[in-house]
């Protein structure tokens, strides 16, 4: 199953530098947060809407070396996937660019 996650470009490009893929969640929070196929447009809008150089991981869950749980620690009833730890970037099968159409929206990349 692939989870995503939407990376800042300079993150990213450090996991390449590195071998690993680490963010600021991950060091405030313990956790790197991602998104299911459902989830990851809602996400971008709401929280990526003004935010520009991103990119979209996608994530072989069963490739993911450290554990992941699906949580809410919102109070909400959708569950998300948390990676606890750094991701390896051998579960990245792809990353793409990531921005918001010319009205601000995010759309599901083809």
């Keep these: ?3 995503y ?3 800042q470009k300079n993150d990213w490009s450090e996991a390449l530098e590195t071998g690993f ?3 600021e969640s991950l060091e405030k929070e313990g956790f790197i947060h991602c998104s299911t196929a459902e989830q990851i447009i809602p ?3 709401r929280f990526y809407k003004d935010l520009k150089d991103l990119v979209l991981l996608y ?3 069963e490739l993911v070396s450290n554990e992941i749980r699906y949580e809410n620690l919102e ?3 959708d569950q998300f996937p948390h990676i606890y730890g750094k991701l390896n970037l051998d579960a990245v099968s ?6 918001s159409n010319r009205e601000g ?3 599901f990349p083809d």
């Excluded at 792809?94 to 921005?99: D, L, M, N, T, W």
């Design 94 to 99: 792809k990353s793409i660019a990531f921005s």
């Design 59 to 61: 994530i072989e869950q």
């Design 21 to 23: 893929f680490r963010c």
């Design 5 to 7: 996650h939407i990376a």
């Design 75 to 77: 109070g909400g009833e």
């Design 1 to 3: 199953m692939i989870i």
């Design 43 to 45: 996400v971008a809008n």
């Design 105 to 107: 929206i995010f759309e």
